[in-house]
Nanobody
Framework: QVQLVESGGGLVQAGGSLRLSCAAS????????MGWFRQAPGKERDFVAA???????YYADSVKGRFTISRDNAKNTMYLQMTSLKSEDTAVYYC?????????????????WGQGTQVTVSS
């Protein structure tokens, strides 16, 4: 079992930046590929970014060049640095861990989820 807790969300103006954190506890954090997803009101949960156990990263086209995913295995923490934020980035952001050996953009591949943190970008 892996427990995940997100933090760092908030209200920011368009063009601004935020850094989200995902603190993990339970089983060995470094064993899991990790991902960030987001869900806007009335929409499905969408893939944002993922990072493998060996630090390979993968991004949705909508955030490529603006967001950076990283992990610190010594701190059992994953991060999402978000820059040049747009109003369409407004959503609840979730971190997740998958037991698969490789990173994946499919939500159903992830077994463990945090409770989410709200990001609101005002235009």
């Amino acid at each position: 079992q892996v427990q995940l807790v997100e933090s760092g969300g908030g209200l920011v103006q368009a063009g601004g930046s935020l850094r989200l954190s995902c603190a993990a506890s339970g089983r060995t954090f470094s064993n899991y590929p990790m991902g960030w997803f987001r869900q806007a009101p009335g929409k499905e949960r969408d893939f944002v970014a993922a990072i493998s156990r060996s630090y390979t990263t993968y991004y949705a086209d909508s955030v490529k060049g603006r967001f950076t995913i990283s992990r610190d295995n010594a701190k059992n923490t994953m991060y999402l640095q978000m820059t040049s934020l747009k109003s369409e980035d407004t959503a609840v952001y979730y971190c997740a861990a998958t037991p698969r050996l490789v990173i994946t953009a499919t939500p159903k591949d992830y077994n463990y989820w945090g409770q989410g943190t709200q990001v609101t970008v005002s235009s």
